[in-house]
């Protein structure tokens, strides 16, 4: 396996289909959009996405007693 890491969301596969009907002009698909966000805009959701995730599994717990009617 090799050390490069690529990303989950598609980019590469998009670079890949540009590069595959490019007509030989360089061409960036992507502008001058960055996916990467600011320490300090991260810092920013971190608590707000931790709090979603324990309601999503225990959403999640509810659900999966109710369905199998293991509810106390």
């Not at 050390?3 to 989950?8: C, D, H, L, S, Y």
């Not at 966000?37 to 717990?61: I, P, Q």
Request: with cysteine; glycine share 12%; proline share 3%.
């Amino acid at each position: 396996m090799s050390g490069k890491r690529t990303e989950a969301c598609g980019r590469c596969g998009l670079s890949s289909v540009v590069d595959a009907t490019s007509d030989g002009e360089p061409r960036d698909p992507y502008g001058d959009a960055r996916i990467e966000v600011t320490e300090s805009e991260l810092r920013a959701v971190s608590g707000h996405v931790e709090l979603v995730g324990r309601a999503k599994r225990r959403l999640d717990s509810f659900a999966e007693r109710f369905a199998y009617g293991k509810l106390r």
